[in-house]
């Protein structure tokens, strides 16, 4: 699964390398993250909530017209949630995101609404009860497919503020094999807001 998440990559960066307009930038903020379903290592979905983790990363704007630019996005996202009921008890994920947004500018207000598919490698997942730490990667799938819309505001002179919701449409979580036969489990997919501040080289 990781050659196709690399194949989305290199066509991307292609696409962009060959674009007369292009103009990179570099973005960071916290997330907001739980998931929607249940997961095992968080007992119920009564008590899967919201964890704060952060988000960090790389930008390409590529210019279509003076309204609308596609804009992919390399970035190294924290996701998971935590168990509300005892604190001690968490899930994080850890992804190398790969978004690529429709970015459409209202105006000369500088505000913009963006929007696209997301692509996700899952590069590490731990599990924490109380003071251990587990290992859980391979309990959990590698790729997540999902979406990403949001709204920000961005300067000409290169700052930019945005707020943005994702959500994965991939289960997250595996079969379990037990004595050779699947033990049903409940679904569950990622869900995470974003605040992101950040600054674009060159001019619009």
Known sequence: MHRIFLSILLTTTASVAAAQTVRFGVKAGPSYTKFRGVDPAQ????????????????????????????????????????????????????????????????GETGVFLEGGPQFGYLFRATSTFMDNSYKVRDSYEKVDVGYAAGLGYQLASGPLLGFRFNGGLTRLNQPIISGGQIRATENMWNNAFQLYAGYMLGSK
């Open 43 to 106: 007992l119920s979905s009564a008590s899967n909530a919201y964890r704060l983790g952060f988000h960090a990363g790389v930008l390409a704007e590529v210019k279509v017209t003076d309204k609308f630019s596609v804009q992919p996005e390399l970035l190294y996202s924290q996701k998971g949630a935590k168990n509300k009921l005892v604190n001690e008890i968490y899930t994080v994920f850890s992804y190398l995101d790969l978004p690529i947004m429709v970015k459409a500018r209202l």
